[in-house]
């Protein structure tokens, strides 16, 4: 099965659908929550053809710890989890989740690219 979905979870939904556009012309479909709760079912549904995982910081609901800690005991090894920030400490933050990968707010279509296209699509 290909691997050419990408869940992005966010509470902005102009923010979430500015990223399903840039990532359109890529083939990708992406999969979109506005939090965490509603973000999880969708994982496990789409859980096979997952290609990354793009996880808002500042979210309402659970804190962005145990949020993490839910999605990567669900995703596969090899797919990405990758914080999605403004915060200017973000690769602080993002160590804090175990999440090695981090895309700073704002970002532009070739840093969107690249961080989805360093996957292993097997």
């Known amino acids: 099965m290909r691997r050419d979905h990408v869940l992005i979870i966010d509470d902005d939904a102009d923010l979430r659908e500015l990223v399903a556009i840039g990532l359109a012309d890529a083939h990708l ?3 979109e929550a506005a939090g965490c709760v509603e973000a999880l079912p969708l994982l496990d549904r789409d859980r096979a053809r997952l290609r990354a995982v793009l996880l808002d910081y500042f979210m309402p609901g ?4 145990a949020c993490a ?5 669900r995703v596969d090894p090899g797919v990405p989890v990758v914080l999605v920030s403004a915060a200017v400490d973000i690769a602080e933050r993002a160590a804090e989740l175990g999440l ?3 895309l700073a707010k704002p970002f532009d279509l ?3 690219h690249a961080v989805v296209s360093e996957v292993e699509t097997g």
């Open 29 to 31: 479909t992406c999969v």
């Open 62 to 65: 659970p804190s962005p710890a």
């Open 69 to 73: 800690r839910a999605i990567l005991e």
């Open 100 to 102: 090695t990968r981090y």
């Open 110 to 112: 070739v840093q969107l």
